[in-house]
């Protein structure tokens, strides 16, 4: 029989580390160093670049001060006056074989409600939001499955395009009762 070493004798690992624990010192002194650092960082980056607020310049010479104007939500007061509370139906038809796109308008803030079904299958979708004025092609996609009915609502989270990419697999035309409600425009087929 062999003879058990220490470490089998008292049960331990030889994996097994020691850890100590930090004093409440130690601990109390990096929480204040940690709060520190997030004051600096609240100071010379965040009131500036959210908020256009730099006591210490630091935000300026960082080129951080354009961001908060950017970043202020601004609604504009005539496209809000020119977006009426709306109801409305329309009829698409989507050919085989083929995509399109159905869009609509919205305002910051604002919020569609939306109800469509397909006769006949299902159809791909993708509910998507295209921000005004971009040029990069970015959009942001909110729902993209296969459905023959959806329903829900959208408060836009910026001014721009929103609307719905359908895609007909099939070997006839199908058509998409679309019923929406809120403040939009109708910007139609695209």
Same mark, same amino acid.
């Given at each position: ?22 004093s409440? *010192? !130690?601990?109390? &002194?990096?929480s204040?160093? $940690?709060?520190? /650092? #997030?004051?600096?960082v609240l100071?010379?980056? +965040? ?12 935000g300026?010479?960082m080129g ?6 950017? *970043? !202020?939500?601004? &609604?504009?007061?005539?496209? $809000?006056?020119? /977006? #009426? ?6 009829? +698409? ?38 921000p ?35 895609k007909?697999?099939?070997?006839s035309?199908?058509v ?15």
């Open positions: 029989m062999t003879e058990l070493t220490e470490l089998e004798h008292t049960g331990k690992a030889e994996h097994e580390l020691d850890h100590t624990v930090q409440t *010192a !130690t601990l109390l &002194k990096a204040v160093c $940690a709060g520190l /650092l #997030a004051v600096v100071i010379s980056t +965040i009131l500036p670049a959210e908020y256009g607020i730099d006591p210490t310049g630091i300026k010479v951080l001060i354009p961001l908060a104007s950017a *970043a !202020t939500p601004v &609604k504009d007061t005539q496209a $809000a006056q020119d /977006l #009426a509370y709306q109801e409305n139906s329309v009829d +698409i038809t989507v050919p085989a074989r083929t995509g399109l796109e159905y869009k609509f308008h919205l305002v910051k803030g604002d919020t569609m409600r939306y109800t469509w079904t397909s006769t006949d299958d299902e159809l791909f979708f993708d509910f998507h939001g295209e005004e004025g971009d040029t990069s092609g970015y959009f942001e996609s909110y729902t993209v499955s296969t459905a023959d009915n959806v329903r829900g609502s959208l408060t836009a989270s910026f001014n721009g395009s929103h609307g719905w990419y359908w007909n697999e099939g070997l035309p199908i998409v009762t679309l019923k929406t409600e809120g403040r939009y425009k109708i910007i139609g087929i695209k």
